[in-house]
């Protein structure tokens, strides 16, 4: 009996869904923003401006480096899944795919090697014209 695989299999499972993990990061965002809000409540009351900002600064370097964490480790999962579900994809295109589609793949691709050819004509008459240009000018004497 054949098992179709959808989700990837991994050699160190995630012990935690994708959904949480990206929500738990959005409320840590969400909550260091309050807090950066109430330190700037705090100014007036007239607390040093100075501490204040230091406060800020720590708060959002605080926020940035848990930010660059979370991206840096998640990106490789990822790039991993995005391959596994497009693989998958590709497998049910394949299934399904009228055998007509390779000859309309063919004359759009024909259509699009036609368009290119196009533009290096066009491309060639404009270096024409630029070189006839300054032939001239290297021609013609200067007095």
């Given at each position: 009996m054949a098992t179709h695989q959808v989700t990837p299999r991994r050699s160190h499972p995630q012990t935690f869904p994708k959904p949480q993990l990206y929500e738990a990061i959005a409320s840590l965002n969400r909550d260091l923003g309050l807090v950066v809000e109430d330190l700037n409540r705090l100014r007036e009351f007239?607390?040093?401006?100075?501490?204040i900002d230091s406060l800020i600064a720590k708060t959002e370097h605080l926020r940035s480096r848990a930010n660059a964490e979370f991206l840096e480790r998640q990106h490789s999962r990822e790039l991993k899944d995005e391959f596994h579900f497009w693989m998958i994809d590709r497998k049910f295109e394949d299934r399904y795919k009228d055998p007509d589609d390779v000859l309309?793949?063919?004359?759009?691709?024909?259509?699009?090697?036609?368009?290119?050819?196009?533009?290096?004509?066009?491309?060639?008459?404009?270096?024409?014209?630029?070189?006839?240009?300054?032939?001239?000018?290297?021609?013609?004497?200067?007095s």
């Open positions: 007239r607390f040093s401006r100075r501490d309309i793949g063919a004359q759009r691709r024909l259509e699009e090697l036609a368009a290119e050819e196009q533009d290096a004509r066009a491309a060639a008459r404009g270096f024409r014209k630029v070189r006839r240009r300054a032939e001239k000018r290297l021609a013609t004497p200067t």
